[in-house]
T-cell receptor, first 111, second 113 residues
Framework: QKEVEQDPGPLSVPEGAIVSLNCTYS??????FMWYRQYSRKGPELLMY????GNKEDGRFTAQVDKSSKYISLFIRDSQPSDSATYLC???????????FGGGTRVLVKP | DVKVTQSSRYLVKRTGEKVFLECVQD?????MFWYRQDPGLGLRLIYF???????EKGDIPEGYSVSREKKERFSLILESASTNQTSMYLC????????????FGEGSRLTVL
């Protein structure tokens, strides 16, 4: 079993819909949780960064962490065609700088 | 603007060849990383470095080595390329232990025939 599980998709939604992405993990020592966005033929870029449990909002993006369930989510409101990309979750323990990534979910927002 | 530059975007090599992938960052970051990315497997850490001349094995170091002679440059070496090393290779850097944000290059797609 992988340490971080993420549905590969693709997830296809109409423009304006809410995109819901999630990851589950098995390592209870993970404390920092991130979402990266990767456009085709580009490197990933950091989208959201959260510590421990709770919610974080940034514009149209909301990240949620539920450590008791070992489950994190990313919501994209009012989705746009420019949101079409692969979204990777990543997480790490409190000590060290090594990230563990999920496999990524491909999202397609149709105009 | 922060930048991580990978010298080769696309390479085609033959089995047994020695392959060098170069990565340069201009942000004065201490940490540098090499990942490979394969469909459905996400990013897997090959090697990382916290300082010049320092290296640590990641999750899948077999068949790879690295070199960090200068702070801004981190090279990945495939001593004898094999077909199962066909992949997208991503270099990244980060500022320090307390900072989790990785800055990635655009990737080097390697095909080994």
């Amino acid at each position: 079993q992988k340490e971080v599980e993420q549905d590969p998709g693709p997830l296809s939604v109409p423009e304006g819909a809410i995109v819901s992405l999630n990851c589950t993990y098995s390592n209870s020592a993970f404390q920092y949780f991130m979402w990266y966005r990767q456009y085709s033929r580009k490197g990933p870029e950091l989208l959201m960064y959260t510590y421990s449990s709770g919610n974080k909002e940034d514009g149209r993006f909301t990240a949620q962490v539920d450590k008791s369930s070992k489950y994190i989510s990313l919501f994209i409101r009012d989705s746009q065609p420019s949101d079409s990309a692969t979204y990777l979750c990543a997480m790490r323990e409190a000590a060290g700088n090594k990230l563990t990534f999920g496999g990524g979910t491909r999202v397609l927002v149709k105009p | 603007d922060v930048k991580v530059t990978q010298s080769s975007r696309y390479l085609v090599k033959r089995t047994g060849e020695k392959v060098f992938l170069e990565c340069v960052q201009d942000m004065d970051h201490e940490n540098m990383f090499w990942y490979r990315q394969d469909p459905g497997l996400g990013l897997r850490l090959i090697y990382f470095s916290y300082d010049v001349k320092m290296k640590e094995k990641g999750d899948i170091p077999e068949g790879y080595s690295v070199s960090r002679e200068k702070k801004e440059r981190f090279s990945l070496i495939l001593e004898s390329a094999s077909t199962n090393q066909t992949s997208m290779y991503l270099c990244a850097s980060s500022l320090g232990v307390s900072h989790g944000e990785l800055f990635f290059g655009e990737g080097s797609r390697l095909t080994v025939l």
